[in-house]
C-alpha cells in the first residue's frame, strides 16, 4: 500500500467551489441542515447512483445535475474524469456540489477528489453526512458498541482497488468487537472463512441491511456460518452492509417492537 500523503494547501487560485457533500444513508430527513443549503445554492450537482430521488428532488431546480455512476463495479465515469470534470466546473466560476451517499470521506473516494482540488488551488469544504454504518445500525436497532459485549467498531470496505481484500482480519476477530462492511455482499462467504479461520466463532450474529433508512429497508439475520447461504437464498442488492458481532443480537426486541407497531 502507498503511504499517504499530506493534503496540499495553496490559497484559492480560482472563484469557483466546490462542497463534497455527504447525503446520508437514504432517509432524506437525514440530511444536514448545511447539505441542505448547498443543495439550494448549487449551479452544478455530480451526483452517485446511491443518492435517493427524493434527495435529487431537493437541489435547486435551476442546476444543473450531472450522474457520475459510481455503484458497486459499475461505474458511469471512471475516477479521474470525475475529477477533471469537478477541476472544469469550479475554474469556470460554479458553485459546484458532489453529492455522495453516506459520509463524503468514507469509502466514497473523497480524500482523492479533495486532494485533487486542494492541489489545483480550488477552494473546497466538506459537508459531513450520517455514514451508512451509523444510519442503517440505527434503523435496524443495532447499537453499533455496548458496554457488555462490543468495545470497538471496525468499518471496512469488501473491496480494494486491485481486487484482493488485503485486510488483516485477524486484527478484526475479538469477540468484543463489531465489524460493519461496506460493499461486501459479493465477498460475503470469503469475509466469513476468513473471520472464522482467525479465531471469530462460527455463531457471531450477523445482520444484512439492504436500502437502510428508506422504505424499502430489509434486514436479514444469520450467523458467519450461515451468512454465505443466506445471501444466496434472499439476494440482497446492494447498496447493503454486513454488521457482524454480539450487538447484532441486541436487535431481537427492537424487532418484536416494531412488528407491534405494524400489527397497531
Known sequence: MNAAQPFPHPA??????????????????????????RLAEADVVLYDFLVAEEILA??????????????????????????????????????????????PLLFGRGGEELATLL??????????????????AAAAGIPLTHRDCAQGVSLVTGHRRDGASGLDWAAHSGSEQTVVVYMGLG???????????????GDTPVAIIEQATTPRQRVLHCTLTTLAD????????????????????????????????LAD
Do not use: Y
Open 12 to 37: 484559492p487560485l480560482h472563484p469557483g467551489q466546490v462542497s463534497l457533500v455527504g447525503a446520508g444513508p437514504g432517509d432524506p430527513d437525514l440530511l444536514t441542515l448545511k447539505a441542505l443549503r
Open 58 to 103: 431537493l437541489i435547486n431546480k435551476r442546476a444543473r445535475l450531472v450522474c457520475v455512476g459510481k455503484r458497486a463495479s459499475r461505474h458511469t465515469l471512471p475516477q479521474a474524469e470525475i475529477n477533471q470534470l469537478l477541476l472544469r466546473e469550479a475554474q469556470a466560476g460554479q458553485r459546484v456540489v458532489r453529492l455522495k451517499g453516506g459520509d
Open 119 to 136: 492541489a489545483a488551488g480550488i477552494e473546497v469544504e466538506v459537508v459531513p453526512g450520517i455514514t451508512a454504518a451509523v444510519g442503517a
Open 187 to 201: 465477498e460475503a462467504a470469503a469475509i466469513a472463512a476468513d473471520l472464522q479461520a482467525h479465531g471469530r466463532s
Open 230 to 261: 443466506c445471501v444466496a437464498r434472499e439476494c440482497p442488492q446492494p447498496p447493503a452492509l454486513l454488521v457482524i458481532g454480539e450487538v447484532v443480537a441486541l436487535a431481537r426486541g427492537w424487532q418484536r417492537q416494531a412488528e407491534v407497531c
